[in-house]
């Protein structure tokens, strides 16, 4: 295992057009669509950061700050900006543009943790993640306190499937 890597070197790009099937009754991207396209392009960081296959083991939240309208376009950014010994915290930042204007403006940020597995499916350690920019130091800063929420949120979710149970 290499000791560490940069956060630039999990970075994922993608870029679509949002297209009428994309949109409900109101013109704008369906929520469910952006987040299955921020759940694939996290596993990709992901991937690219352990060079390995990963499994998303949390999303902690999606929020949707303003929507992204039938015809512009979505840029979806990602990299890995804290690990564990094998669990990685992937930042996601969606960018709505209206290409004609040229005018871009965030439209939702996620963070979501992936737990890299070996050839057998077992979890399995992966490099530490080296900040360099700006942005990365201030992630990568505030990451143990998204990991405290985090835990803190699967404990009562764990207290809460035992008291609903499967039946």
């Given at each position: 295992?290499?000791?560490?890597?940069?956060?630039?070197?999990?970075?994922?790009?993608?870029?679509?057009?949002?297209?009428?099937?994309?949109?409900?009754?109101?013109?704008?991207?369906?929520?469910?669509?952006?987040?299955?396209?921020?759940?694939?392009?996290?596993?990709?960081?992901?991937?690219?950061?352990a060079r390995?296959?990963?499994?998303?083991?949390?999303?902690?939240?999606?929020?949707?700050?303003?929507?992204?309208?039938?015809?512009?376009?979505?840029?979806?950014?990602?990299?890995?900006?804290?690990?564990?010994?094998?669990?990685?915290?992937?930042?996601?930042?969606?960018?709505?543009?209206?290409?004609?204007?040229?005018?871009?403006?965030?439209?939702?940020?996620?963070?979501?943790?992936?737990?890299?597995?070996d050839e057998?499916?077992?979890?399995?350690?992966?490099?530490k993640v080296?900040?360099?920019?700006?942005?990365?130091?201030?992630?990568?800063?505030?990451?143990?306190?998204?990991?405290?929420?985090?835990?803190?949120?699967?404990?009562?979710?764990?207290?809460?499937?035992?008291?609903?149970?499967?039946?």
């Open positions: 295992m290499e000791n560490a890597r940069y956060c630039k070197e999990s970075l994922a790009v993608k870029t679509s057009l949002v297209l009428p099937p994309d949109t409900n009754s109101f013109g704008t991207m369906f929520g469910g669509k952006l987040m299955a396209y921020i759940d694939d392009i996290a596993a990709i960081a992901a991937m690219r950061h390995k296959l990963v499994v998303t083991a949390s999303s902690d939240s999606v929020d949707f700050i303003s929507p992204i309208k039938e015809g512009q376009s979505v840029c979806l950014e990602a990299f890995v900006t804290s690990t564990g010994r094998t669990s990685m915290e992937v930042f996601v930042k969606v960018i709505g543009e209206d290409i004609p204007s040229g005018e871009r403006k965030i439209c939702a940020i996620s963070f979501l943790t992936f737990v890299a597995l057998k499916g077992h979890p399995t350690e992966v490099p080296i900040p360099e920019s700006e942005e990365e130091i201030h992630l990568h800063e505030t990451a143990k306190e998204r990991l405290e929420i985090r835990k803190n949120r699967r404990k009562v979710s764990e207290r809460q499937a035992k008291r609903i149970g499967a039946e």
